[in-house]
């Protein structure tokens, strides 16, 4: 047993397709640096993510919803556990159209019993669609 | 044609059930008072919003989706057009665990550029299971 | 000894005096319910809040610090102690001119480790002028 | 006279000094990539920032009100003029003991109505103790 057990992306994988809720969002854990507190996620553009019938742009809910789900994960990986979230912020910089995304959580501080993270959401074209900010609890227990 | 057109129930429930991702949180718009800005919003439990298999428990992406999505329809109501979120926070209180939600978005402002919403959301048993605090951009076209 | 200490009043005005930072924004605690977690400050205008030279409009800094405060109060009146802030946001309403502030500072939540308070702002009017909500840490030692 | 007017660090230096308020933050400009949104501040430590008499940690109001104020000159710095705050989240991560601060905001989006900053705050030591988020309104008069 390891003095500090960490999520690799596999395990991370597993966790994502093991939720119901989050299964339905298609997150794919593609790379990480558990030290550096980094993780990145793709997801694909699915029609149920779409705002108004038609206009293929995604609803600021899945992307809320990411933004949790994989700054939490970029904790999660370094504390072997998943954690619950205390609360967090998203703010939408351009509307995302019909496009994969791509998802890069930071961790900022990962304290005793607060950890706190930056998720960047870029479009196809590495543009910045959306940016969240998160606490989670971190205590054990 | 009103110098101020606003939304009715039934307007903001055609809202809901035209797009394609609000459709699939299942909203029900129950009550309104247009001009003190309140929407009362309910929502069943959906096995589909479930966090960890078997838990029952709700997961927060669908009650931040929730709340960017009711606060929107509070200023909505009041302006006859949807807005785009600037940006938003949820807090998260306590674990929601298969209940239905009633949902309550207050305006707090809503000014010639930016709308502000408060959004509380309640179990079955009445207890706060999470609060939004929301801004949209309330300019015309 | 109480098994539950609070604080009252003059306690709560105290804490404000004693702390050098505290002290430069000029609280006054005027009532409180401990039960429901209300607080309500005054606080008078002073020419260093002021944010153009000339304007007498208040810098929404001193605004933001007056938020963190009141909303930690609010709850450290219950707890019978000072709680260290995680986080908050401030949503700035309408310009305040010149005039004293009336602060209702309302506990949302008081957790075993988290608690959160939302805190309202108004002018000597009674117009909302920002409003703050505020997570801090509970747990003891 | 140029058709993208901004700031340089003197006339921000001179923003700062002139403003009843922000000449109690004791900000110093110094230094700025305009094109790339960057703007660094320090702050020196100075005893009527302090929390608790005789504790010489930073209290988390002037931490907040110089967060606020960076961020809002890092978009002021490319569009020329001063920008109203809507609304700001600040995260404190670790107390800051009687340290200098070195304050870096980066904006994330100067958009047609709405811009983002983020401001990240360090002690002497380089380690972060506070980050901030926020949007100002970009629209012109």
Partial sequence: MSASPT????????FFDASPYIATLGLRAVSQDIEAG??????????????GAGTRQWHGGPLAAIIDTVGDFALAMQLGRGLPTINFRVDYLRPAI????????SVRRNGRSVGVA???VADGEGRLVA??????ATLAG
């Avoid at 999520?7 to 597993?14: A, M």
């Avoid at 993780?39 to 705002?51: A, D, G, T, Y």
């Fill in 98 to 105: 019909a496009t994969d995304l791509k998802v890069t959580a």
């Fill in 7 to 14: 999520l690799s992306l596999e395990q991370i994988q597993k």
């Fill in 118 to 120: 930056d998720v960047d």
């Fill in 38 to 51: 980094v993780l990145v996620v793709q997801v694909p553009w699915q029609p149920h993510f779409e705002r």
């Fill in 131 to 136: 940016v969240g900010r998160a606490t989670y």
